[in-house]
């Protein structure tokens, strides 16, 4: 079954200039949907909605995790409220 996940992503200096979410789609065939982004010299974060089966979302953020990147779960929509 495919679901959505709404994750909020933050990484380090040395990630900034890479193409994570790029990665990710490639690897694990997941669509990501980028709902707000910032992105400074010395760090970056990303609010990311992922669709795709749980199993190939989980192993996308595992990745993101295993790249250094610090990954926590959202409710609702990001853009209410």
Known sequence: MSTKARLYVSFPEELVDRPM?????KEFDVVPN???AGI???????ILELSGPSEKRDAAIAYLEGL????NRMEGDVLEG
Do not use: K, N
């Open 21 to 25: 979410v790029y990665e990710i789609v």
């Open 34 to 36: 980028i709902r707000r």
């Open 40 to 46: 400074e010299a010395h760090e970056g974060w990303v």
């Open 68 to 71: 250094g990147c610090t990954v």
